[in-house]
């Protein structure tokens, strides 16, 4: 029986790991929750975890009063996310959470030895060069969860040698405003932005689906999941989400991960490779489909894609700094504080500063600070 800590328990991917967990069979030893207490308080009475963690302070005092008749240990902070990431019994922390909170506890986690199943952009995106190093010293496994890394990485288990990959080509859905022009896009509110048409995802990973950023930073992890540069990893519209992602062999052979448009298959796979078990998720009828279309992606229309191969190939701090000023502007659009298309204009804005060179994961979180900032002045 695998021992799970998850961190991000109340999200959407969150959630459907404790689906997966729990058919399994997986001891949940650990949980992890932004501010939500009201269901992590059921998570824990259901799943019985020997400690929880809460970023939002006062939101942890609340809980550890909801809980007292448990005993379970409450942490709280970013001290309490680390602490428990590094909790010594577990088998795998799988990190879930959303936003730059995700990447202290990911090292964490791989510091204390556990391998770690992720779904966290921002550990890859904001501090790849220093997370991959550390996951090599330690010799933990970095397992992706999100669907389009899931895929290649399934479909590289057919590859017996890294020489034989040409490039990777990763699938995006086109979000609600694919065929949008740039006029369009500028009248559109956050609730046509959430209403993605094959994935149910949280707020701020469906609003960068809608922009095309979430296909940019993809583009930033596969080059550290997977060691390859830039250049070497395409994107393809497919609107159907069947093909979750693809590679091409230095033959002209590609080899492609088809499925229903259901996190559960990456989430399981990760949780319990190199074994594949059965799953709930119902079987792909491609009959059913009739047809699956592909589409060059609108790099005119949606600049994100290229504004995150521009941060990846400057290197340094610029992945940080572009994927801060996303998120924050995100927030605001969600608060309706700043129109759709503003968001990519200030990461655009972003790559025109210069952003000195880290030397540690202190400097990537100042970096991160100082950009989100300039989002709000």
């Not at 602490?83 to 799988?94: G, N, S, W």
Request: overall charge negative.
């Amino acid at each position: 029986m695998k021992k799970l800590v998850l961190l991000g328990s109340t999200g959407s991917i969150g959630c459907q790991t404790l689906e997966v967990a729990e058919a399994a069979g997986y001891e949940v030893i650990g949980l992890a929750a932004g501010r939500q207490i009201e269901p992590l308080e059921q998570q824990i009475r259901r799943f019985h975890p020997k400690m929880v963690a809460v970023y939002d302070e006062q939101a942890a005092k609340d809980l550890k009063v909801r809980v007292a008749d448990l005993p379970v240990t409450v942490l709280s902070g970013m001290d309490g996310l680390c602490q428990l990431a590094a909790m010594p019994e577990a088998d795998m922390v799988l990190n879930s959470v959303v936003g730059m909170v995700g990447l202290l506890p990911t090292l964490a986690a791989v510091k204390a030895g556990h391998d770690v199943a992720l779904a966290n952009k921002e550990t890859l995106v904001a501090g790849g060069e220093f997370v991959m190093n550390a996951v090599k010293k330690h010799g933990v496994r970095l397992l992706p969860v999100d669907s389009e890394h899931s895929a290649i990485f399934q479909c590289l288990q057919g590859l017996p040698d890294p020489s034989m990959l040409r490039r990777l080509i990763l699938t995006a859905s086109g979000g609600p405003f694919f065929g949008y022009t740039k006029d369009q896009l500028r009248q559109v509110t956050p609730k046509q932005a959430l209403k993605h048409p094959n994935w149910s995802m949280g707020a701020k990973i469906t609003i960068d689906s809608a922009s095309m950023m979430n296909k940019g930073l993809e583009i930033i992890e596969a080059r550290w999941l997977f060691d390859k540069p830039a250049d070497e990893i395409d994107v393809v519209v497919h609107r159907e989400s069947i093909i979750h992602s693809l590679i091409e062999c230095v033959d002209g052979a590609v080899l492609a991960q088809l499925g229903e448009p259901d996190m559960r298959v990456p989430i399981q796979y990760a949780l319990t490779y190199p074994a594949r078990t059965p799953s709930p998720v119902k079987p792909l009828d491609l009959a059913a489909w009739n047809k699956l279309s592909f589409f060059a992606p609108d790099d005119d229309t949606f600049p994100a894609m290229q504004l995150c191969r521009e941060a990846i190939t400057r290197g340094g701090a610029y992945p940080a700094a572009i994927n801060a000023v996303n998120e924050q502007a995100v927030s605001l659009f969600l608060q309706e504080k700043i129109p759709f298309m503003r968001i990519t204009e200030l990461v655009a804005e972003t790559l025109e500063k210069k952003i000195p060179v880290p030397s540690s994961v202190e400097d990537i979180l100042t970096v991160d600070r100082e950009m989100r900032a300039t989002v709000l002045k």
